[in-house]
């Protein structure tokens, strides 16, 4: 009956090494009556799954952007724990966001966490 697959089972495409990614979307409103609010925020942190090796870039696309920017140099995925919480500094202002994690090596994106921020005014 059901059928159970492994994402990122490899780190190749049929041989041929290929960039992961994946894309989070995010208005920071839990009840919907912030939508039209900017939001600002100077850091958050990624939690990801130890791979032992491996790097991650993060960029960000605000609100109805045509492209990402990279908001972040090369992330380690190296660490001693088996989570890892990567602390990424930034000053981003949008009402709605995309925060694309990539890289060339396997990774386990598991949540993020965003410790504050701050609500702005219309514009």
């Given at each position: 009956?059901?059928?159970?697959?492994?994402?990122?089972g490899d780190e190749n495409d049929?041989?041929?090494?290929?960039?992961?990614?994946?894309?989070?979307a995010?208005?920071?409103?839990r009840n919907k009556k912030t939508l039209s609010r900017f939001k600002r925020?100077?850091?958050f942190i990624a939690i990801f799954r130890n791979e032992g090796a491996g790097t991650i870039t993060v960029s960000a696309k605000r609100d109805y952007g045509t492209s990402f920017e990279e908001i972040s140099s090369t992330l380690s995925l190296a660490g001693s724990e088996d989570f890892l919480f990567i602390?990424?500094?930034t000053d981003l202002s949008f009402k709605n966001l995309l925060l694309k994690f990539s890289g060339a090596n396997k990774?386990?994106?598991?949540?993020?966490?965003?410790?504050?921020?701050?609500?702005?005014?219309?514009?």
């Amino acid at each position: 009956s059901g059928f159970t697959f492994q994402i990122f089972g490899d780190e190749n495409d049929n041989g041929a090494a290929y960039t992961g990614e994946f894309v989070l979307a995010t208005d920071l409103s839990r009840n919907k009556k912030t939508l039209s609010r900017f939001k600002r925020v100077t850091r958050f942190i990624a939690i990801f799954r130890n791979e032992g090796a491996g790097t991650i870039t993060v960029s960000a696309k605000r609100d109805y952007g045509t492209s990402f920017e990279e908001i972040s140099s090369t992330l380690s995925l190296a660490g001693s724990e088996d989570f890892l919480f990567i602390e990424v500094d930034t000053d981003l202002s949008f009402k709605n966001l995309l925060l694309k994690f990539s890289g060339a090596n396997k990774f386990r994106f598991i949540g993020i966490i965003f410790p504050e921020f701050e609500l702005e005014d219309f514009r």
